[in-house]
């Protein structure tokens, strides 16, 4: 019988020695890996870089951090089915129109600034809604309140006629010049009446906050809301005469009103006295100085 080597020996006696095996326990099944869901970002960009956008921020102050698509949710709705459908617009709710605006006023109907919204001038229809001036979904933009450009040049893509005046006529408000801006006489979310001019904190016409020396109140008052106001004389975008006149003469502005064929109700001194075909009378100013009110005359004379 062969000599067994001293590494083989060990390794029998090791057998022999051994108890019974001792089973082992089967490792446990590897938890299973959870697929995340469709996002809103998977297809929309705006999504993407809503992060930084303050209807972001607000909401999850207000619902404990939350993220992903129960931000968009809040204004868009379930989108499930609609991702489902491969993106049919039909199955979410979107924000254009008055439906859209509905949507929006659900959280801004608080402002005082919009809670005349739904009878303003820009009343909310199919062609005019928020998103025509509002970009809500973007960040990172310089203009406030999310505005898609800066306030003059939205007014002007729509109202053609008055960036005309603006820009054609040799006396107008300095608006081109970046001096003053279409949002400072007037309310885009004012009611109808006056074309949403706002007025000041005392009910004035707000040209007064500019025109300070023209405010009053007047012991003799010439217009300034008797009788008319600013715009019964000046043309308050652009004129082609002096001082923004509606008339290329101050007579025939005068004339509107204080004239022998008027009913006799505006104006205590028709012209019946003065030859105005004469040239010294034709420039009223020269004599009635206090053309918007004075303290002392009640013709205007100083």
């Known amino acids: 019988m062969k000599h067994l080597s001293l590494g083989v020996a060990a390794a029998a006696l090791a057998v022999l020695t051994a108890g019974p095996a001792v089973a082992q326990a089967p490792a446990p099944p590897a938890a299973a890996k959870v697929e995340a869901g469709p996002a809103c970002a998977d297809c929309h960009d705006e999504a993407k870089i809503f992060a930084s956008n303050p209807h972001f921020a607000a909401y999850r102050a207000a619902h404990n951090g939350a993220a992903g698509n129960a931000v968009c949710e809040t204004c868009h709705g379930d989108g499930t089915k609609h991702m489902e459908s491969g993106g049919d617009k039909t199955l979410i709710r979107t924000l254009h129109g008055r439906t859209g605006t509905d949507t929006c006023q659900t959280c801004h109907k608080q402002s005082a600034e919009r809670a005349s919204f739904w009878n303003s001038v820009h ?180």
């Open 123 to 302: 009343a909310s229809s199919e062609a005019v809604n928020c998103l025509s001036c509002h970009s809500i979904h973007k960040s990172g933009l310089k203009q406030k309140s999310l505005l898609k450009a800066d306030p003059n040049t939205l007014c002007a893509s729509c109202h053609k006629d008055v960036k005309a005046s603006f820009t054609a006529e040799p006396n107008a408000h300095r608006l081109k010049d970046g001096v003053m801006s279409c949002v400072n006489c007037h309310d885009p979310h004012g009611r109808p009446a006056d074309h949403a001019v706002r007025q000041t904190r005392a009910g004035e016409m707000i040209c007064v906050s500019c025109h300070a020396e023209k405010r009053g109140p007047f012991v003799y008052p010439h217009v300034s809301g008797v009788a008319g106001d600013c715009t019964s004389c000046h043309r308050p975008h652009g004129s082609p005469y002096p001082h923004q006149l509606t008339r290329a003469t101050v007579a025939n502005q005068c004339l509107e009103c204080h004239s022998t064929l008027s009913t006799g109700t505006l104006g205590s001194q028709p012209p019946s006295f003065h030859n105005i075909t004469l040239p010294r009378y034709q420039n009223c100013t020269t004599c009635h100085t206090a053309v918007h009110g004075s303290q002392r005359d009640p013709q205007l004379l100083k």
